[in-house]
């Protein structure tokens, strides 16, 4: 296993198993200390800054409360009070923010913005959220799958949503991990999957025994899963095209999560969410509030991973 400190976190294709592995254990520990009131200040006198140009509730909050717990400065950038809204370039920026932080969090539209972010900086560069990778949400998604499920082998997923950084993640997520997971999506949107994701995991998944399928047969999904996800069907984008977005809200509809397609899934399933969730359109009320459905656990546990990354990549723990 390679050291933590000093690397980025731009996408789970950069990380194996027991690197994931170990994030997740540590995020266990600190998880833990945060219950039992423990002190884990791990990195006193460190600073970070957060460039976020897209919306954010959970990643920014989650981030600046386990910076805070860690002892850790963050500080928040406004993209629009940045000369680089003025025209400095990427490259000035990048130098410059790593001459006065230890890290940057960054969330922004193109996986390109954040490499080249990392390109031109010696210190840490995390992903917030690219449109086409969310590493961050699926670190946090992994632990909660093994507090509720008890393993992280032999699991079914059923997925549905856009064809965005969710997608993606879990698709990677999932060749590494060795799971089967299938995708349910209408007709027409399978080329839209991030290129080299695609590549990554029918690599990945001939090495560990996991399978990635597209159908646009939603029952195929989601029978027999252990765990099934329903993101959003409109994602973020740079401006929006409200007619591109009514048509693919009309075009996603069938592939709603309702109480009969949970009972599709293993009795035993539960039911995963990211947020924010548009009630009524990917998932009903009956199911998030519903029994399968521990979707605010699994929110919490994004500031206990993004610690554990953080004391990671910053040597705070080896």
């Not at 765990?227 to 809200?249: A, P, Q, W, Y």
Request: proline share 3%; with cysteine; hydrophobic share 40%.
């Amino acid at each position: 296993m390679r050291p933590f400190k000093g690397r980025d976190f731009l996408t789970l294709m950069d990380y194996t198993k027991d690197e994931i592995l170990r994030i997740i254990d540590l995020a266990d520990e600190l998880k833990e200390k945060h219950y039992k009131d423990e002190r884990h200040d791990y990195l006193q006198g460190k600073t970070i800054a957060m460039i976020f140009e897209k919306h954010s509730t959970r990643t920014r909050l989650s981030f600046q409360a386990g910076a805070a717990h860690l002892g850790l400065q963050a500080f928040y950038m406004d993209p629009s009070s940045m000369q680089i809204s003025r025209g400095e370039s990427l490259a000035d920026t990048a130098r410059v923010v790593d001459r006065y932080v230890d890290a940057l969090v960054i969330r922004t539209f193109e996986q390109e913005i954040v490499e080249d972010f990392a390109r031109y900086m010696k210190k840490p560069v995390i992903n917030a959220l690219t449109n086409e990778s969310h590493p961050c949400q699926l670190l946090a998604d992994i632990q909660h799958i093994r507090e509720k499920k008890g393993r992280l082998h032999d699991l079914k997923i059923g997925y549905v949503g856009d064809v965005w950084n969710m997608a993606h993640s879990w698709g990677i997520a999932s060749a590494i991990f060795g799971w089967e997971m299938v995708y349910a999506l209408p007709a027409g949107y399978e080329s839209r999957f991030w290129p080299r994701a695609k590549e990554f995991i029918e690599k990945t998944n001939r090495e560990t025994g996991g399978s990635f399928r597209m159908t646009q047969d939603l029952r195929e999904a989601i029978t027999d899963a252990d765990i099934v996800v329903g993101i959003t069907f409109v994602s973020m984008t740079r401006g929006g095209d409200e007619e591109e977005n009514r048509r693919k809200l009309k075009d996603f509809m069938p592939y709603q999560i309702n109480s009969e397609v949970m009972s599709w899934a293993k009795k035993d399933a539960i039911y995963m969410h990211c947020l924010p969730a548009h009630r009524g359109e990917e998932v009903t009320d009956e199911v998030i509030e519903g029994p399968q459905s521990f979707v605010f656990d699994e929110a919490e546990n994004r500031m206990h991973t993004e610690k554990a990354l953080l004391a990671l990549l910053l040597g705070g723990v080896q």
